[in-house]
């Protein structure tokens, strides 16, 4: 009979504590893909960051390779890391993206989890951008509504905790025929000006609470500093890097 030797047990020992010092340290690569700029940065295993937000425009046209080459370079920028979260401006089922309002028509059907992992060779998940933006926000708690104002209008709704998944407010009818995006998305911004754009803003706060009867609104997005009305109790304004440290959200159970 052969006796194992006794520094076995040592390599035993020792490997668990390397499997542990590994999960303690997993690094999360984190991206928001938006209309007007990609983003990225990486998160510790509490979601706290560990590098500065990388940023590029989104390329024009939107493309799916031009935008996921973006995502690439900023990658090769942002160190080493374990595993992938990401937002995308649109309805995503199981790492598909299955509408890009946004982006280029080429993103419809693809599944972006897949291409990424076959790129970077690191376990992706992919979701909406503003689900990702709320998961960051949430107190979980009662009736949480998110709602992100920058090239679009996004949207995220949270049931004591529990999303919602593709909303998609923002496709919906808000007033004078139009939808909630084309009141209040930076084409609109831009058109007619920031008082104009308070006023619907706060007549879409109004028409939001009587749907959902939320406990909270959070409004983020790049357009959310434009925001000049006085909000009621309890709707807050967040800050727009949500939209990164969500996606340490993903990977928790």
Known sequence: MTTLPKNKKITLYNLGETLMEVTENIRTLSVDIGGSGVKLMVLDKSGNPLTEKLRVETPQPASRKLVIDAILEL?????????ISVGFPGVVQNGVTNTAVNLDSDWVGFDLATALFEFLKKPVKVVNDADMQGLAAIAGEGVELVVTLGTGFGSALFVNGKLVPNLE????????????????GRTALKKVGDEKWNKRLKKAIDSLQSLFNYDYLYI??????????????????IPNIFGLLGGIALWQD
């Open 75 to 83: 990658a090769k920028m942002a160190g080493e890391f374990e595993r």
């Open 220 to 237: 983020g997005g790049g357009e959310a500093k434009k925001i000049d009305i006085e909000l009621p109790s309890n709707v807050k304004v």
């Open 169 to 184: 407010m923002g496709h919906h009818r808000f007033r004078k025929g139009d939808t909630y995006e084309e009141q209040l």
